[in-house]
C-alpha cells in the first residue's frame, strides 16, 4: 500500500465493477472493495485488492472503509428486485449512507465518481439523442431508485462529484445479455414489431471513461458514455446470429407481448425464489421508446470515443461466453 494511490470500489464483485476493479491494479492503484460476502467475490479472487466485509445498508458496516482513500468509485446497485422498495434500499438508500460516511471519513477523498445509468434520465425522443441537461423521466423502478440516488450525489456528496450514466453495458462476465444470446442459440430472436433504436458501451469502454472521469471530470458534471453510434433491436439480433452462426428467424412481438412476458417473468421468478434478468421492470424499459444518448461532452471534456466496435463487442463477448461454459 505504501507509495500507491488509494481507491474505493463499490460494487467490485459485479460485472462492470470487476473489469474497473482489475484496471485499476494495472494502472496502480491500491483498490479497496467493500462486498458484502467475499466468499463470492469470485471475479476478484486473483486481484491483489483489499477485500473489506461492508454492506452499504448497514451503516454502521462503513466506518473506516474511505479512510486514506483518494476517489470513490461507487458502482454498487441492485438491478434485479421483487418490489419496488428493495431498489429504493439498495440504490438510494445505501448511496445516502455511503455519503455520510465519506463526510466522516479523514478528508482524503478528493472525487466520487458515481456510476448511474441511462435509466435514471429516461427513454429519447424518435431522431433526438437525450442529452445530459434534458429534464430526467424515468419509466421503470430500477430508473427511478436510480435518479432519486443521483440527487442524493447531488445534493450531499461531501467531495467533488461526477455521475455517468452508460445505457446498455455488454461485455464479458454480462449476466443480463447472455439471456438473449442464449434464446438465439434455440433458434429463435425476438425483437419489438415497432422498430427501436438504443445506445450502448462495451464494458472495457466504459471503465477507460470511468477512469477519465476521476482525473478529468469536471466536479458536478453528469457524461453520457456511450458509443455514438446507435442500434436497432433488429441489428442486435442480426448481430447476434452473424457471431454465433444462427440463421433461425427474427420474429417481431408487439410492445404487450414483452409486457405480458415480463409479468410471466415475475412469476417465475417468484416461484424460484429469486429475481430474474427479465421482468416486467425491464419490460417497461424495452417497449418505453429509444435509448440514445448524446455523448459528444464525454468526448470533449474527458477525450472518451469508444475504441470497440460494435460487431467486435458482440464476438468478444460471445467468444468468452463460449470459453467460460456459459453457452
Keep these: 500500500m ?20 482489475a484496471a485499476l491494479v494495472r494502472a496502480g492503484w491500491y483498490v479497496r472493495c467493500p462486498v458484502r460476502n467475499p466468499g463470492r467475490a469470485h471475479w476478484l479472487k486473483t486481484l491483489p485488492v483489499e477485500l473489506v466485509e461492508a454492506d452499504l445498508t448497514v451503516p454502521e458496516s462503513l466506518d ?36 455520510r460516511a465519506l463526510s466522516r471519513s479523514g478528508g482524503s477523498c478528493r472525487k466520487l465518481v458515481f456510476v448511474s445509468s441511462l435509466a435514471a434520465a429516461g427513454p429519447s425522443r ?41 445505457p446498455i453495458v455488454y461485455g464479458p462476465r454480462d449476466g443480463e445479455s447472455l439471456l438473449y444470446f442464449r434464446v438465439a442459440k434455440l433458434g429463435v430472436r425476438p425483437v419489438l414489431c415497432v422498430e427501436r433504436y438504443f445506445s450502448l458501451v462495451y464494458v472495457a469502454d466504459l471503465v477507460r471513461a470511468i477512469m477519465l472521469a476521476a482525473e478529468v471530470g469536471r466536479p458536478g458534471a453528469v457524461y453520457n458514455v456511450a458509443d455514438p453510434t446507435p442500434v436497432s433491436f433488429r441489428a442486435l439480433a442480426e448481430g447476434i446470429g452473424r457471431v454465433m452462426g444462427r440463421s433461425g428467424p427474427i420474429l417481431p412481438a408487439p410492445g404487450w407481448a414483452f409486457r405480458l412476458a415480463g409479468r410471466a417473468a415475475d412469476l417465475v421468478a417468484r416461484w424460484r425464489g429469486r429475481p430474474m434478468v427479465f421482468s416486467y421492470d425491464k419490460a417497461v424499459e424495452m417497449t418505453a421508446g429509444d435509448w440514445v444518448c448524446d455523448c459528444r461532452r464525454a468526448e470533449a471534456e474527458l477525450g472518451f470515443r469508444a475504441e470497440v466496435s460494435f460487431e467486435q463487442g458482440l464476438r468478444k463477448t460471445y467468444e468468452w461466453y463460449r470459453s467460460a461454459g456459459w453457452l
Design 2 to 21: 505504501a507509495g500507491l494511490r488509494v481507491c474505493v470500489v463499490t460494487g467490485a464483485t459485479g460485472f462492470i465493477g470487476s473489469h474497473l476493479a
Design 126 to 166: 424518435p431522431g433526438v439523442p437525450r442529452t445530459e441537461d434534458d429534464p430526467p423521466a424515468p419509466v421503470s423502478v430500477y430508473g427511478k431508485s436510480k435518479r432519486l440516488a443521483e440527487e442524493q450525489v447531488m445534493t450531499a456528496c461531501p467531495v467533488d462529484w461526477v455521475i455517468l450514466r452508460p
Design 64 to 99: 473506516g472503509l474511505f479512510e486514506g482513500a483518494e476517489v470513490v468509485f461507487h458502482l454498487a446497485g441492485l438491478t434485479r428486485a421483487f418490489r419496488p422498495e428493495e431498489f429504493f434500499r439498495a440504490n438510494v438508500t445505501g448511496t445516502a449512507n455511503l455519503l
